[in-house]
């Protein structure tokens, strides 16, 4: 059975930062991309960040410089430190297997002074 599960999320102060963590099981984790995924309230989802297997990153403009994406093979995990956060970034953020079905359950995000 496969199973992503996010943490890390929270209520944190504008500039603040949060870590998130995508741990997965009953999956190749090594031959798999990844990315984070977030959506916001009235809004639909979109991509935050991808990496691929060899570690290639891709970002979306607007956390361009203030979120980075990694992956730790031997703990099939996933990451994505944000740093300089700001009250747009607010949403409920999703791990996925990349090209796949795969996904997790979300992990809300609050930035709010």
């Known amino acids: 059975q496969v199973q992503l599960v996010e943490s890390g999320g929270g209520l944190v102060q504008p500039g603040g930062s949060l870590r998130l963590s995508c741990t997965t099981s009953?999956?190749?984790?090594?031959?798999?991309?990844m990315g984070w995924y977030r959506q916001a309230p009235g809004k639909q989802r979109e991509l935050v960040a991808t990496i691929t297997p060899d570690r290639d990153t891709n970002y979306a403009d607007s956390v361009k410089g203030r979120f980075t994406i990694s992956r730790d093979n031997a703990k099939n995990t996933v990451y994505l430190q944000m740093d300089s956060l700001k009250p747009e970034d607010t949403a409920v953020y999703y791990c996925?297997?990349?090209?796949?079905?795969?996904w997790g359950k979300g992990t809300l995000v609050t930035v709010s002074s």
């Open positions: 009953g999956i190749i984790f090594t031959i798999y991309g």
């Open positions: 996925n297997c990349l090209r796949t079905n795969y």
